[in-house]
């Protein structure tokens, strides 16, 4: 058996190279009585009880894993006293050790004197500390799209930076900086807006100042996870276009179609793909394909780039990625392009600046080459440029007078255009709940006029009735009362022409903020009260009515089994109250905006709801990029990480050249600029991993070999490890987040 003072240097050995685990289950291993003694020595006592919080803290985990909650809680006790030095007067009762274990008969040496330590009076009080157990990176996944990673997730579970509890608006601004926004409103953390989004707030039951825990947080996030991204293979019998992947070769085998789904997607139509899939966001087609590095020319593709896989090495064949949902935005898209370009152009006809569509238009283009630069700076530019290029068929010469005037008309019109996009503006609740106050506000007023305008009208009838009997009684001789009669229904008209004036602009106004000419669609659940009919009419509502009281009250109804009663019997022997249920059931359809009184009056309802679903515009998807949806992100990723867990010895994306070529959509700027985004995507997957993109990807080049042309990666042991370590996740990244550097520090 060593010696104590053999042991003691043993363990200070292990310390100094390093090998810390392993000085520690030497101590360990050794008697209590030799323990205290160690524990207690400068320097190599402190490295043990450091090294003992960790060892503590994880057999604690441990034990919590394997719902010995005794075990954990004695652990993790353990853990916190090592940190404040008591771990010493505390090792006679470990429980750990076996009663049967010798003790050493060689007394400990006597430590040198030293000042006994003041001993406070109150007891040591530990911190309360929320321990934070991280989840393994499996638990951090979209399920339901081949497990890609969630950056959230990640952050929130591997930052040790993060205080374990603190503010939502704390954990908030730094998941803004390292996380893509799109992320943040996939998963209910902001709103379009970017604030906090309401539906985290209602559920962790907090305000933004409130502080809740790290992992409440995570556990926010995870459960948000579910159902945020989905991926569905597409039956064989109802595949788009079937074959086209495997007519190309033997090499190809098989072939399968999926569609992928984005919580939120707002689908309007152009269901030109699988009719039965209405949320489908993005689909894809893929097969396996078994490589022949020898059936590829050198000049192409070197063989050099397939050292150290298989002969025939088996790639996955991302060959079809498309989006129906792409095209809606895109025709969207071109439908506000036109709507701003009319503001403008509109703009500018009312500020007087006297130019022609096609002038307006390249000036305009000229101008927006070189937006964000001075307004005097802007024109000299143009100025400049008008004069190098002169055309007399176009007149550029005659449109430099112009500019000044333009550009100062031009940005000004331009701030208050429309902004091109098929989404919904930010805030887009916010402005509708407006709306919806402004409409309310505008409604009586709109009723009133068309009541008043119906009074003048039926003025007018009385007068023209009473001139044509006077033309009858005295068609020769009473010219001047005739003459009298004209004039009053002229005037009657004046009176009834600025009413409608009147009203036509109180429309306009409303309009401004609340679209109340088609309110039908903009708002929804709209209703009528009686005291408002009242209020304009300035008589008993009854009397607005289609029917009379006694008509009301005498009102029969079937009954379903057979027999007739009085249909509003259950109000009572009131006649007013048989009238007010009347009204009622008249009125009742909540989803018309509109009530017909008697004499042909169309009144409107106040609205109670606001309908988002006619909207003339989406929803802003978490993939979403300016104007437009980076559809092939979500396919790409699911399908790079799919190959890896497969086996795969890589993954080959077809050109956007030989997928266009085979579908006749050559011209298709769409689908054009897809495949480039997909390649681009790759390349981002490959940095992401930190990895050289020029060991893993290479490209073909669709001039002169177009069958081969495409993008293809090579997945070795080295890769496949780095995706092993950190998954790879549905979202780019969003910041400086590290997620090696805080994997690594687990």
């Known amino acids: 058996m060593a010696t104590r003072a053999e042991t003691f240097a043993e363990i200070s050995a292990k310390i100094k190279d390093g090998n810390i685990s392993d000085a520690y289950r ?127 997730a990640k952050y929130i579970n591997y930052n040790k930076k993060l205080p374990n509890q603190a503010p939502v608006q704390t954990y908030l601004a730094k998941l803004k900086q390292s996380v893509p926004l799109g992320e943040l409103r996939l998963l209910n953390i902001i709103d379009e807006s970017g604030d906090l989004s309401p539906k985290l707030l209602k559920e962790l039951d907090v305000r933004g100042s409130d502080k809740i825990s790290r992992k409440r947080l995570l556990n926010y996030i995870t459960s948000n996870q579910e159902g945020a991204l989905g991926k569905k293979y597409v039956r064989k019998g109802d595949h788009e276009s079937p074959g086209r992947i495997k007519n190309q070769g033997s090499e190809y085998t098989n072939e399968m179609q999926s569609t992928y789904q984005v919580r939120d997607v707002t689908r309007k ?156 503006p930010a805030g887009a609740g916010d402005n509708l709940k407006k709306a919806l106050t402004k409409y309310n506000e505008s409604v009586p007023v709109i009723n009133a006029l068309r009541i008043k305008i119906r009074a003048t009208s039926l003025d007018i009838s ?72 009242e209020k304009l009419t300035g008589k008993p509502f009854y009397e607005s009515l289609d029917k009379s009281l006694d008509e009301i009250y005498l009102d029969l109804e079937k009954l379903p089994g057979g027999g007739i009663r009085q249909t509003y019997a259950y109000a009572g022997d009131d006649p007013l109250k048989r009238a007010a249920e009347y009204f009622k059931k008249t009125t009742g359809n909540t989803d018309l905006n509109t009530f017909e009184l008697t004499k042909g009056v169309i009144l409107m309802k106040k609205a109670l709801g606001i309908n988002t679903k006619n909207l003339d515009g989406y929803n802003l998807d978490a993939y979403a990029k300016g104007n437009r949806s980076e559809v092939t992100k979500l396919p790409i990723r699911a399908n790079f990480l799919r190959a890896v867990k497969e086996g795969k010895d890589g993954l080959y994306l077809d050109s956007a050249a030989k997928r266009l070529g085979d579908e006749g959509g050559l011209d298709n700027d769409i689908l054009k600029t897809t495949y480039k985004e997909a390649e681009s995507e790759i390349g981002k997957i490959i940095n992401e991993l930190n990895l050289p993109k020029k060991d893993y990807i290479a490209s073909v080049d669709p001039r002169g070999a177009e069958s081969l042309s495409g993008t293809y990666v090579k997945f070795d042991a080295r890769l496949k490890a780095a995706v092993e370590k950190l998954g790879i996740d549905a979202f780019k990244d969003g910041g400086s987040v590290d997620i090696d550097n805080m994997l690594s520090s687990l």
């Open 26 to 152: 030497t101590y360990e291993d050794l008697p209590i009585v030799d323990q205290l003694a160690i524990s207690i020595s400068p320097g190599v006592g402190d490295v043990l009880a450091t090294y003992e919080v960790k060892e503590f803290g994880s057999r604690g985990k441990k034990n919590i894993q394997d719902k010995d909650y005794l075990g954990a809680a004695g652990n993790y006790g353990m853990s916190a006293l090592s940190g404040v030095s008591l771990i010493p007067l505390l090792r006679f009762l470990r429980v750990a050790k076996p009663a049967t274990k010798v003790v050493s008969k060689v007394s400990p040496p006597k430590p040198k004197a030293t000042p006994k330590p003041t001993i406070p009076k109150d007891p040591i009080k530990l911190p309360s500390v929320e321990e934070f157990v991280p989840l393994e990176l499996s638990e951090l996944t979209y399920r339901g799209a081949e497990g890609l990673g969630s950056k959230a």
């Open 269 to 424: 139509g152009n269901f030109s793909h699988y009719r039965g899939e209405k949320d489908a966001y993005v689909f894809d087609a893929t097969a396996d394909y078994r490589v022949d590095p020898l059936g590829i020319p050198e000049d192409v593709l070197p063989s050099s780039f397939f050292d150290g896989l298989p002969t025939r090495p088996s790639f996955l064949n991302v060959a079809r990625i498309q989006s129906d949902y792409s095209s809606e935005l895109s025709n969207a898209s071109g439908t506000g392009r036109n709507a701003r370009r009319k503001f403008i152009n509109d703009g500018l006809a009312e500020h007087s600046v006297k130019i022609g569509p096609y002038n307006i238009d390249t000036l305009a283009r000229s101008l927006k080459e070189h937006l964000g630069k001075s307004p005097a700076k802007i024109k000299s530019i143009m100025k400049t440029e008008l004069a190098e290029t002169g055309n007399p068929s176009r007149a550029n010469d005659a449109l430099i007078p112009l500019v000044d005037e333009f550009v100062d008309v031009y940005l000004d019109v331009a701030k208050k255009a429309p902004k091109n996009t098929p989404y919904l």
């Open 462 to 533: 009385e007068v023209l009735d009473a001139e044509r009997l006077e033309l009858l009684k005295f068609p020769d001789v009473n010219q001047d009362k005739v003459k009298k009669l004209r004039d009053k229904i002229n005037k009657l008209n004046k009176k009834k022409i600025a009413t409608e004036l009147e009203l036509r602009g109180t429309f306009r106004k409303a309009n401004e903020n609340s679209n109340i000419e088609s309110a039908g669609s903009l708002f929804t659940d709209f209703s009528l009260k009686t005291k408002d009919l």
